[in-house]
């Protein structure tokens, strides 16, 4: 679904991201993880059609980002680590205004409105403005978003931040029902108890680079997540 | 340092961006800018000097020349309470929520603020009063004497007026917070609020007839409730000590005052306006589905509707456009052309109509910013498949919804003032409304060049952005031409209208070819 191929993204002078490459199949679930500064965020900017990128390729479902933006977004879905959304917007006006980019059947969207939104106990707030959310609250409404469009890859940097227990526990749920449903998930975060319950692959980057991949199984055949990341980045 | 001298430098670090001269600029941009602001100060002073000459000998030929001074205070003074009140909405209420979280006093917040709009206003008393008495006592060559004491009188005279227009700030802040829609009743006063000053303004000749005509009247008030300008006019035309420490006294006593008043309604008033209308409980509704195009439109109307500040810099134009309009209608014919000091008997009213609602587009442009605008939700259409042209046109149909359907009805009532034939009517309105279109595009190309997605305020945005200055002048610049261009070639009225025509057409055909190609690149590399 999503394949990454000798990424390389620099800003000036400097190396941001170093040659990279990541396949993540339909129905698996990614995990990325790595410092402050490591270059997460750049990778997810590059896949998403934030930030152009010099050197190498990434495809979603055989769709290159760089020759065909329009088709790769339409079949994925981002959610930022800061959730920015038009605060000027009530948060059911901001929901249909996603949906109508995204030509959302009318019945369809309402009903994973209604129950993205009920999930997420934000339902009898979305006809307020969003300036009047909390943080949580505006996580939660990328969320939803996000999910509305039913997209095959959902690309996420740090989507629990922000989120209360019930609200992660949720998210955690949904993101493994729609990984059986065949969807595909990249995403992010700095969690790694939550990363290595969640995911079937990881990678782990430094510098730019990657430094371990694979399968969740092979990475924790030495110790917990949270020791191989400490063994490999420990000492950076 | 105290609580109070470290707010003070961080506040005057911020609100006169002096972090930015820190910046990386190169010594000749730096050396341009100090430059600049030279040359601009120095015309403003000069421009002030000359209004005070002028002033000085229309009230020296009835005797009255003892009034200029005064005038000029209560001139500063209006100036000074109008801007603070207009400031004090973002700066006096417009918090950081950190900042109380920190072991400073309520009262410590709010006399830094206090403090910095009193420097602010300084800026304002330096460029009225100061030339103006200069000027003043040169013409009636007063000694030493009258400069020390007009010193004084300038030192303290911010203080007052400040304090006044923070209250009045104050009020409308505690009315604001009070009422559910926000953005509209502040958007509404602000505009009652000008249009009163642009009365006054526009009638200013009216109004010093009338004060010589009633001058015993004046002196009444004065002596009754203008007591500060009458201490004012003492210390100058008197040099009186003792009303010198009156003024001083007042001055000083009124902004203790205020903060020791408000101190305590000030954090109740910021936490009131903090809080958003969260009571209503979302009740599902029939959605209708839309295009892309009439979604990213929709998206554009409720951003520009929901900024306060947009509204104002953007719709000025056409809305007084439109009272000078309902005025051609009531009042007086030759109202606009009054207010622009043009001579209506040297070009056909026809045209003088299209230059003068020509002038108006490029400042109802909301497209030089209008990339800028979307600030950091920019990440927003970037990572959804809409194709950027939609964008661009989004925001171009914007412009044309806010400018358009105002500037028709202004045509039209401008049509029926001055009798113009209905070919005379449209051919106004489809020049006008192809300008509007050029001049969207213009301001859309001039943001993608210079835009600003990192602005801390709107204010920053709309008002002090490069990409508005420009969005702005360039295409008054080219207008001026096009009149110059009528005035050279003598040509015929038909002939001049067609040839702009055929000239905007091929503006509008060029622009659309740089967004379509460099328009969609540099847009596609920022972020």
């Known amino acids: 679904m999503l394949k990454i191929i000798n990424l390389t993204k620099r800003y000036g002078d400097k190396i941001a991201v170093d040659n990279i490459s990541i396949e993540v199949k339909p129905g698996e679930i990614f995990g990325f993880v790595g410092h402050n500064g490591a270059g997460k965020t750049t990778t997810i900017k590059c896949i998403v059609g934030i930030l152009a990128f010099e050197e190498g390729n990434i495809s979603i479902d055989g769709a290159s980002i760089k020759d065909e933006p329009i088709k790769c977004k339409e079949m994925m879905a981002y959610i930022p680590d800061n959730p920015d959304i038009y605060e000027n917007l009530t948060g059911i006006q901001y929901l249909n205004f996603v949906s109508d980019i995204y030509n959302v059947e009318k019945n369809l969207r309402r009903n994973l409105i209604d129950k993205y939104s009920k999930e997420f106990e934000i339902y009898e707030n979305l006809d307020n403005v969003i300036s009047s959310y909390s943080h949580g609250m505006k996580q939660k409404l990328a969320v939803i978003s996000a999910l509305v469009h039913s997209p095959k890859l959902l690309v996420l940097d740090e989507p629990f931040v922000g989120l209360d227990p019930k609200a992660q526990f949720k998210l955690k749920e949904i993101m493994e029902n729609l990984c059986n449903e065949g969807m595909s998930i990249f995403f992010s975060s700095h969690v790694l108890a939550v990363v290595e319950k969640l995911c079937t692959k990881i990678a782990i980057i430094n510098k730019g680079k990657i430094v371990r991949i694979g399968s969740v199984e092979d990475i924790t055949k030495e110790g917990s997540l949270e020791d191989v990341f400490m063994a490999t980045l420990g000492d950076e | 340092m105290s609580k109070l001298l470290l707010l003070l430098k961080v506040d005057i670090i911020r609100t006169f961006s002096l972090d930015k001269l820190k910046s990386n600029k190169s010594k000749i941009k730096k050396i341009g800018i100090v430059i600049i602001a030279l040359l601009l100060a120095i015309s403003l002073l000069s421009q002030v000097g000359m209004y005070t000459y002028m002033g000085t000998n229309f009230f020296m030929k009835y005797g009255l020349e003892k009034y200029v001074l005064p005038l000029i205070y209560f001139l500063c003074g209006f100036t000074i309470f109008y801007s603070t009140v207009y400031r004090a909405k973002s700066y006096l209420f417009g918090c950081d929520d950190n900042i109380f979280a920190m072991p400073i006093k309520p009262s410590v917040i709010l006399a830094s603020k206090v403090i910095v709009l009193t420097i602010l206003s300084y800026v304002i008393t330096t460029v009225i009063f100061v030339p103006a008495f200069i000027t003043y006592g040169i013409m009636l060559k007063l000694g030493i004497m009258y400069y020390v004491y007009a010193f004084l009188a300038y030192i303290f005279m911010p203080f007052l007026p400040t304090v006044l227009g923070c209250i009045f700030g104050y009020i409308i802040g505690y009315f604001t917070s009070k009422v559910n829609n926000k953005k509209i009743f502040e958007t509404i006063l602000t505009y009652a609020t000008i249009l009163i000053i642009m009365y006054l303004s526009f009638n200013v000749q009216t109004l010093a007839l009338k004060f010589v ?53 000030y954090v109740r008033i910021l936490q009131n306006l903090k809080v958003e209308n969260t009571k209503k409980k979302y009740i599902e509704k029939e959605h209708k589905s839309k295009s892309t195009l009439a979604t990213l439109v929709l998206k554009e109307l409720k951003m520009y509707f929901s900024i306060p500040i947009y509204i104002l810099n953007t719709s000025f134009g056409v809305v007084i456009m439109l009272f000078a309009s309902i005025a ?20 056909p009213i026809y045209l003088l109509l299209i230059g003068v609602i020509a002038f108006c587009i490029p400042l109802s442009s909301t497209t030089d910013c209008g990339i800028s605008i979307e600030g950091k939700n920019f990440w927003i259409l970037k990572t959804m498949p809409i194709k950027i042209k939609d964008v661009f046109l989004s925001k171009i149909i914007l412009n044309m919804l806010i400018v358009l359907p105002l500037m028709i009805i202004d045509i039209i009532i401008f049509g029926i003032s001055f009798k113009l034939t209905i070919v005379q009517v449209l051919t106004v309105i489809a020049l006008t409304s192809i300008l509007n279109l050029a001049c969207s595009m ?39 031409g096009l009149g110059a261009l009528y005035v050279a070639l003598k040509l015929s009225i038909d002939t001049y209208i067609l040839i702009v025509f055929a000239l905007l057409l091929a503006i509008i055909v060029l622009q659309y070819n740089i967004l379509k190609s460099w328009g969609i690149r540099k847009f596609n590399s920022l972020n």
């Not at chain 2, 009633?214 to 007591?227: R, Y």
């Not at chain 2, 051609?328 to 008997?345: A, C, Q, R």
Request: net charge positive; no cysteine.
């Open chain 2, 213 to 265: 005509n009633n001058v015993e009247l004046v002196n009444k008030i004065l002596g009754s409730v203008g007591f500060l300008i009458n201490s004012f006019m003492a210390i100058i035309s008197r040099y009186s000590f003792k009303d010198l420490l009156i003024y001083i006294f007042t001055n000083i006593v009124s902004m203790v005052l205020f903060i020791a008043i408000f101190k305590n309604s």
């Open chain 2, 442 to 480: 213009f301001g859309l190309i001039i943001n993608l060049k210079f835009p600003r997605l990192d602005f801390i305020s709107y204010t920053h945005v709309v008002k002090q952005s490069f990409s508005v200055f420009l969005g702005i002048f360039v295409p008054l610049i080219v207008l001026l």
């Open chain 2, 328 to 347: 051609t209608l009531f009042y007086d014919k030759n109202i606009l052309f009054k207010m622009m000091e043009i001579d209506v008997t040297s070009v």
